[in-house]
């Protein structure tokens, strides 16, 4: 398997807090059958994205690991105005692997009106934008219509692997059955941190894939469409998108009669 989402790089955001640990996530990874890891650390007002050092972290990590597991370098896109206008001049500088293909977190307080001529942009700059974690983030749940309108722009979603095995709670894990029913998932990454919480492990989620969905999809989801990123190409795995509302009304035959309660 291949993650294309993880912040196994020490000293740089949230996520690994020293070289031992990111050594230790690797091992979980390779015990787990992943081969490949794009890491991504943020690149936000709280984490600035230095490559130069990113690199550095990168090469020290795989020394110490050496063949056995492979890492590259991409970043967790924040659309804010000070990053869009560096990737504008060295757009390699953020993407995965330094293809075409780049990670985008939305924030989870405000998604700008103006947020699908910025991702018109980057595909004009020639990148496919990859939309991070969609079943996490409360403002996009509530507004599954302006994700459907960036996947028919062009937009690919990754979801997070412990979302679909209800590690991140039951609205996060109703919402990835949601997108995975409606062919709204493209990939399936850790988006890890670190060894307990947020560990790097994707077996659980290929093998709940492969129960529900059958080995094809898993594959696709783990395996192919992450390989394709890696080296550039097109995705080979992008299945015809349903529409969220009859997913809903499916999963939740009684929503409409579940009463309302406001708090003041």
């Known amino acids: ?45 709280i984490y600035p994205f230095d490559a130069p050092i990113v690199r550095l972290r990168k090469d020290e990590l795989q020394t110490r ?16 105005f000070e990053n ?34 910025t991702l018109h942009d980057l595909q004009l700059l020639g990148l496919t934008p990859i939309v991070t974690h969609p079943e996490r983030n409360s403002l996009i749940r509530s507004q599954w219509d302006r994700l459907w309108n960036w996947m028919r722009q062009g937009c690919l979603v990754q979801v997070t692997a412990q979302s679909l095995t209800g590690n991140f ?27 307990a919480n947020r560990p790097l492990q994707l077996k659980p989620a290929f093998e709940l894939l492969t129960e529900q969905k059958g080995e094809e999809v898993a594959r696709a989801l783990l395996v192919e469409n992450p390989q394709a990123v890696c080296q550039g190409s097109r995705v080979p795995h992008i299945p015809e998108l349903l529409d969220w509302k009859s997913i809903q009304s499916e999963m939740e035959p009684t929503a409409r009669t579940k009463k309302k309660f406001w708090f003041f």
């Open 1 to 45: 398997m291949i993650d294309i989402h993880c912040h196994i790089l020490p000293g740089l955001d949230d996520g690994a807090a020293s070289m031992e640990v990111a050594v230790q996530m690797a091992e979980m990874a390779i015990a787990d059958g992943v081969t490949h890891v794009i890491a991504t650390p943020h690149a936000n007002s």
């Open 169 to 195: 709670g039951k609205r996060a894990q109703e919402a990835a059955e949601l997108l995975l029913d409606a062919n709204a998932i493209h990939f399936v990454a850790s988006d890890a941190h670190d060894l």
């Open 65 to 80: 690991l050496g063949t056995r597991l492979t890492i590259s370098t991409g970043c967790d896109f924040h659309l804010n």
């Open 84 to 117: 869009l206008a560096r990737l504008r001049r060295e757009p390699k500088m953020f993407t995965l692997n330094q293809t075409s293909y780049l990670l985008v977190e939305f924030d989870d307080f405000a998604i700008p009106h103006s947020v699908e001529q």
